[in-house]
């Protein structure tokens, strides 16, 4: 090897990056072997070195989970209080409202499935909020947006009907929009948007405890806005539905 050729080889060893990428390594190696040849190429330089190694940066990898949005919608576990029976006056069906809505729940198994929930969302009735404890061990947050659609009692004095009657005369007056159901049903749709609008602002693997009315509207209105889920009629007491969108696929 010429003194000339060594004084090269022993430049490129000094100045060019130990950290060189594969490709700047082999061209550094290819240019070392050259040394020894009689004449050594003069077409390889330093800089040409470098925008080798530089010339496939690399890739930037974009991570789609970011996007992803999973929640669970939970029934709360059976009440206690049983469902009304016989024939009652619109007073009766009221007072039977209010014990149910404070009555113990009935406790079990509970189908949660093999998914991470980072936090909790709850109605905050008595029969969620016992659920939300039962199904997630941190902190627990509670919104009256969660909670099941009310009805206003009808103003029929002492008229007794089957309870079976009032629950069709309850449904038929609520769709229809009849003056006596109208601000329950304008109030409880109002809810169901808000609590769909709540959901979308929470992280993913939000677990939201609820009750069968509202997780149907609920339901539905998540499917409306991009997410994959079961429909729901009646959800199960203690059962999970789990609703998923990945943005990064709009």
Not at 149 to 169: C, K, S
């Amino acid at each position: 090897m010429s003194t000339s050729a060594g004084i090269k080889c022993a430049l490129v060893d000094r100045l060019v990056p130990k950290a060189m990428t594969s490709v700047g390594r082999r061209s550094r190696v290819s240019f070392r072997s050259r040394c020894g040849e009689r004449d050594p190429p003069t077409h390889l330089s330093l800089h040409t070195s470098i925008s080798i190694a530089l010339s496939s940066p690399p890739r930037l990898q974009f991570d789609d989970t970011l996007l992803h949005m999973r929640l669970g919608l939970l029934r709360h576990f059976p009440v206690k209080y049983g469902l009304p029976r016989g024939w009652m006056t619109a007073a009766e069906l009221s007072h039977w409202r209010d014990q149910y809505d404070t009555s113990e729940v009935t406790p079990q198994p509970l189908e949660l499935g093999a998914y991470i929930w980072r936090e909790c969302l709850s109605s905050d009735l008595h029969r969620a909020v016992a659920t939300a404890q039962a199904a997630f061990a941190g902190p627990i947050e509670t919104t009256s947006l969660l909670r099941e659609a009310e009805f206003a009692q009808f103003q029929t004095g002492n008229l007794r009907l089957p309870v079976g009657l009032w629950g069709w005369i309850l449904r038929a007056a609520w769709w229809s929009g009849h003056g006596s159901q109208r601000a329950c049903r304008d109030a409880f749709l109002r809810r169901v948007t808000a609590a769909a609008d709540l959901l979308e602002s929470r992280m993913d693997g939000t677990l939201v405890v609820s009750h069968g009315g509202m997780m149907a509207f609920l339901s539905a209105e998540l499917r409306r806005r991009g997410f994959t889920g079961p429909k729901l009629r009646l959800a199960k007491h203690a059962m999970l539905y789990v609703y998923e969108r990945n943005d990064a696929e709009a």
